[in-house]
């Protein structure tokens, strides 16, 4: 943007926005599968959903640029020898990014890591090193940009318009997840595609462009409240996420303005999901869910545990050090079958849950999402033999005085 005026940069991107296609506008279902770090997602399941005519997104969170290469790799492929019921004429996977933040003050870390010793001498296993790092930003970066995919969507923050701009140069589109209508407008003003609007139901870390505890006691946003709030600051496509469970809800997002629906927690039990056994068994239950920073520093929605209720309130805001540090504890939960030491990340609705594959799950959502937007367009419809009234004459007739 350097050499050019505001201006010129913004008619510059509206010129480049009518010569292009959205891939929201070529999806033949608008249902988004979540990017899903940590464990779930795999090649096999973004694969499944694009092909499925959804759109499929491989999570880059925690993996090193070179592993997140042969994921793609694998995802190409896989989508590639699928049977394809759709004319597009790119790769139509995403690929997720974490924005890297800033460190956190050791002392709050030391401290937090001193309550957790009890139990990491019960689970047999040292703490790990509680470290900042940037997950390989500049890196991840260069290889999307190198190997480019349909979308690069990213979370915790905005990208700088250079990076965004660079990304459009590769042929990329770019989403930014918000949670906020301020975080909406910075989106759209640094040259964002698409916002991922993230409702306060969601599974998984909340994305706000900072994790500040002091805003704890705000709330999120609701998503129907946030789409309503964000389409009034913002006038590009929306994907809904947080909380969408069934077809009724995706009806809903729609009717309230969304292009599509991003599922997160709907596609836990596929099969092709790379979700932990434990963690499988948790979601076929029933527990609350809630808010806590215990397993990574950061906020993040999941089903209540032992751990979530011992240290939630003790948790700092510092990731990605908690994170590292409490690897190893949530590895050996997972290896010795107890949800009371693993992240079981869940959005509110996690126990309409369906153990089905991903393409079934998509095709299933998509008709029952037919049905309930029909449904609900009849309550609207006028009853046979019209509404015997021109519309816009709201009832009888005022009486005139007698
Ligand atoms: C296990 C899990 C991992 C997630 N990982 C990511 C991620 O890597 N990047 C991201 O942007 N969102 C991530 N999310 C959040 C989703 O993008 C989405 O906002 C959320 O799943 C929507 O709510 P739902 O789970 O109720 O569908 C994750 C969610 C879950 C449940």
Redesign the pocket.
């Known amino acids: 943007m350097s050499s050019l005026t505001l201006r010129e940069h913004l008619v510059e991107r509206w010129v480049t926005s009518l010569r292009h296609e959205l891939l929201l506008d070529r999806l033949a279902v608008p249902i988004v599968l ?5 464990g ?1 997602s795999t090649p096999e399941l973004t694969a499944a959903v694009s092909n499925a005519g959804g759109f499929g997104f491989l ?1 880059a ?1 925690y993996l090193a640029a070179s592993a997140l290469a042969e994921r793609l790799e694998r995802t190409r492929t896989l989508a590639e020898r699928l049977e394809r019921t759709r004319t597009l004429t790119d790769a139509p996977i995403g690929v ?1 990014l974490f924005i890297p933040g800033t460190s956190a003050p050791p002392q709050a870390v030391d401290a937090y890591a001193a309550r957790l010793a009890d139990d990491a001498r019960q689970a047999g296993v040292e703490l790990g090193a509680a470290r900042f790092d940037d997950d390989d930003w500049a890196a991840k970066l260069e290889l999307l940009m190198a190997t480019p995919v349909a979308v690069v ?1 990213f ?1 915790f923050g905005c990208p700088e318009p250079e990076v965004i701009d660079r990304f459009h140069d590769a042929g990329s589109e770019v989403w930014v ?1 918000v949670t906020r209508p301020d975080e909406a407008r910075r989106a759209v003003d640094a040259g964002a595609d698409a916002l991922v609007v ?1 409702g306060a ?5 909340r ?1 706000s462009f900072r994790d500040d505890p002091a805003a704890d006691v705000i709330g999120g946003i609701g998503l129907l409240s946030l789409l309503q709030l964000v389409r009034a600051e913002a006038d590009i496509p929306l994907v809904a ?4 469970a069934t077809g009724a809800a995706i009806a809903a997002v729609l009717a309230a303005g969304a292009a599509a629906a ?5 596609f ?1 039990r596929c099969p092709e999901a790379g979700t932990a056994a434990v963690y499988r068994q948790a979601l076929a239950d029933n527990a609350p869910t809630a808010m806590t920073r215990a397993f990574t520093g950061r906020l993040a929605r999941g089903i209540r545990n032992r751990f979530l209720d011992r240290y939630s309130a003790a948790a700092p805001a510092a990731y990605p050090e908690l994170h590292h540090l409490t690897a190893p504890l949530r590895q050996a939960g997972r290896a010795a079958g107890d949800p009371g030491l693993v992240n079981l ?5 996690y126990e309409l849950g369906h153990q089905l594959p991903a393409g079934q799950l998509v095709r299933t959502l998509a008709e029952e999402a037919r049905a309930a937007l029909q449904h609900a367009g009849d309550r609207l419809s006028p009853p046979a033999g019209g509404l015997g009234e021109e519309v816009g004459s709201a009832g009888p007739a005022p009486r005139s005085p007698s």
């Open positions: 979540a990017p899903l770090a940590g779930p999570a969170g997720n969507s979370v997840t993230q139901e969601a599974g998984g870390h994305a996420t947080g909380g969408i991003q599922l997160g927690t709907a836990l990340w869940a959005g509110q609705t």
